[in-house]
């Protein structure tokens, strides 16, 4: 934004600049600035927004800041994180995905009774469960491209199909953590670091974000991803073959809700057929305040992470200040209607 | 996509020069609306063909059709005199078409280097392009700075900048440099000029000259009849999804086109 830091000097440089498109910008309002940083910078919001509200907390509850909590934060934070990393793929095609919950939920299931119902080993079941909610993601990105329709309406159906046959091969029982092969829950063990006590599935779900900025902005799928969402008949005019964008990204999101399932076991210590209902709004939630533009081809993986983080620091903070549980959905869905009004606003820059 | 050997090719009335693009008796239909009644076009090497015609006169979709956008119902298309059968639009930038759309087909979001390279992008050299497929960004912007300043577009500030922040003649400029970047055949613009005032208008013209003068012949849709009366060495008249008549701009006046155009005059029998 080098052209925004030289606009200090105001109307005195405005003779120096011609025919460049940047005219308009010395005659804007300090709002319509925020506007434009924002929209060259949609990272800002969100990180802001997380700053902001670790420094609330922690002069609400001294023990906001303690390692062990931090700790806790993360743990919390790590289910919904990997989820909304699948969801932040789809939503960045301009599609929605409302079987995220119930493909991780119903993954872990099969995982959990793959194992200990038909006594196949940790190892294997693991890489089942991970083929299954692969699975369950490409039928989605077949309904997608092949009958072409919408995904709200195809993840909608798929949302109650998986969650039904769910209630069926779990007989809506819990596995217990100490009947599975400890593969199962090895997510959940922690090791230290300085101080910290940190789960492996925390170390994963970092990895795979990693992994996932880079596929993104390094590499030309993503580029597609990004056209794709953008504008979808340009990016089929440039030559960009649509349907499989679209459908890997389905298919990538599965196995990403499976790799959670995995990491959901070690959070709990059991497989449970009830739990994780509301994981697919938390997810679209943490994409949202993240700053990924629900009409698509706008968006960062680090935005998802900081917006995950921002509903577990919520969460957590409320709770630590003795604030009703009750209240915290209220607080989360009035950062929604904000997140989602400010991606608006910003958006109006196009225009 | 395959390609044929058509025995026919060069046997019409075409004189002494093979058409590069040509296409035969194209039919498009949308449900009970017909786009195309019968497509028929010829590309020779070396020229500007405009193609000109009322509002629904089917021109887009002509050249769609040549350009693999969309999928004729029946006819035929022949590059070099083969009958080629594009799928998709990049089986026909494969084959050396390139295409400037009347909606001009940039991602908004992603730079101007992104969007020249969209579709056929560059990865690094050696295992980080192989194995972990890297695009070569360096590669790419110096390239993308290149073509643009190639067209005579300097006026660009940034090659990183992303394209909705640029102004409609300089998006149109994007569009044109990619085009001009990768075309080894034939170039079609769709109403490259509609959106732009005369300076930058005339710039797109200019663009297209100098594509025409390193060899590439062009197809040219504009309702603009003075920049195509300027510009073009041969007028396609299309007429209610067929070709009306081909004309030149030494043959036929301005008014003589609108009117063989809109159906106030008889066409003339075709030209050339
Ligand atoms: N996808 C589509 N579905 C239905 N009808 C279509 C479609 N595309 C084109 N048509 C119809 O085909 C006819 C020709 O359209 P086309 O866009 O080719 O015209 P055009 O000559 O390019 O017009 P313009 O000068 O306005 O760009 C129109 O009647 C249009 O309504
Ligand atoms: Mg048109």
Redesign the interface.
């Known amino acids: 934004m080098a052209n925004d830091t030289s606009d200090r000097g105001g109307t005195a440089t405005a003779t120096k600049t011609e025919a460049t498109g940047f005219e308009e910008r010395r005659s804007e309002s300090p709002l319509q600035r925020i506007q434009h940083v924002l929209h060259a910078n949609p990272i800002l919001g969100p990180l802001a927004v997380l700053v902001l509200a670790v420094v609330v907390f922690s002069i609400v509850s001294g023990r906001f800041l303690s390692a062990a909590n931090l700790g806790l934060v993360l743990a919390q934070v790590t289910v919904i994180a990997v989820l909304a990393l699948g969801q932040t793929l789809i939503i960045l095609t301009a599609g929605i995905d409302l079987s995220a919950g119930a493909i991780a939920v119903f993954s872990s299931i099969l995982m959990a009774n793959i194992a200990t119902d038909l006594g196949v080993p940790g190892v294997l079941a693991l890489i089942i469960g991970l083929v299954l909610g692969t699975a369950m993601g490409a039928i989605n990105g077949l309904l997608v491209t092949r009958l072409k329709l919408p995904p709200f309406i195809v993840t909608l159906g798929t949302l109650s199909i998986f969650f039904s046959l769910n209630a069926v091969v779990s007989r809506s029982e819990t596995v217990r953590g100490s009947d599975m092969p400890s593969i199962m829950t090895w997510t959940g063990t922690t090791f230290s670091l300085g101080g910290f006590r940190i789960t492996y599935g925390s170390i994963i779900m970092l990895l795979l974000f990693a992994l996932f900025w880079y596929a993104l902005s390094k590499t030309a799928w993503g580029k597609h991803v990004y056209a794709t969402g953008d504008d979808i008949e340009a990016a089929r005019l440039a030559g960009i073959r649509t349907g499989h964008v679209l459908f890997s990204v389905y298919t990538v999101a599965g196995l990403l809700y499976a790799v959670g399932a995995w990491i959901l076991m070690g959070r709990l210590a059991s497989a449970s057929p009830n739990v994780g209902v509301e994981y697919n709004l938390d997810s679209i939630t943490a994409v949202v305040l993240g700053g990924t533009s629900l009409f698509g081809g706008r968006g960062l993986v680090l935005g998802t992470l900081v917006g995950a983080l921002i509903v577990g620091v919520f969460r957590n903070g409320l709770q630590l200040g003795g604030v009703d549980v009750v209240w915290q959905g209220c607080a989360i869905g009035l950062l929604v209607l904000i997140a989602v009004s400010i991606d608006q606003w910003i958006r109006k820059v196009r225009a | 996509m395959s390609v044929e050997t058509n025995v026919e090719a060069g046997s019409q009335k075409a004189p002494l020069r093979e058409p590069v693009l040509q296409a035969k008796g194209l039919v498009k239909r949308y449900g009970p609306v017909t786009a195309i009644a019968s497509g028929d076009l010829e590309l020779y090497p070396g020229e500007i063909l405009a193609v000109i015609g009322d509002n629904g006169a089917g021109k887009t979709s002509l050249i769609k059709a040549l350009c693999g956008?969309i999928i004729p119902d029946s006819g035929e298309i022949l590059l070099d005199g083969k009958r080629v059968h594009f799928r998709?639009?990049?089986d026909a930038?494969r084959a050396g078409i390139e295409?400037v759309?009347q909606?001009?087909?940039?991602?908004?979001?992603?730079d101007i280097a992104?969007?020249l390279f969209?579709?056929?992008?560059v990865?690094k050299p050696g295992i980080l392009g192989s194995v972990f497929?890297?695009?070569d960004r360096k590669h790419m912007r110096d390239e993308a700075k290149r073509h643009m300043s190639e067209l005579g577009i300097t006026?660009l500030?940034n090659i990183g900048q992303a394209v909705?922040?640029?102004?409609g003649g300089?998006r149109q400029g994007v569009a044109v440099a990619r085009s001009a970047a990768f075309g080894s055949k034939v170039m079609i613009l769709d109403e490259p000029t509609a959106a732009l005032g005369v300076r930058e208008g005339n710039r797109v013209l200019q663009l297209v000259r100098d594509v025409r003068d390193r060899g590439l012949p062009v197809i040219l849709i504009s309702h603009n009849m003075p920049h195509v009366f300027d510009i073009a060495d041969r007028i396609q008249i299309q007429r209610l999804g067929r070709r009306a008549t081909v004309i030149t701009p030494q043959s036929h006046t301005m008014s003589e086109a609108v009117a063989i155009m809109t159906g106030a005059a008889e066409p003339p029998p075709p030209v050339g």
Request: aromatic share 4%; proline share 6%.
């Open positions: 956008a998709t639009p990049m930038r295409t759309y909606s001009l087909a940039v991602a908004p979001g992603l992104d969007n969209l579709g056929r992008e990865r497929r890297m695009l006026t500030q909705e922040s640029l102004s300089q």
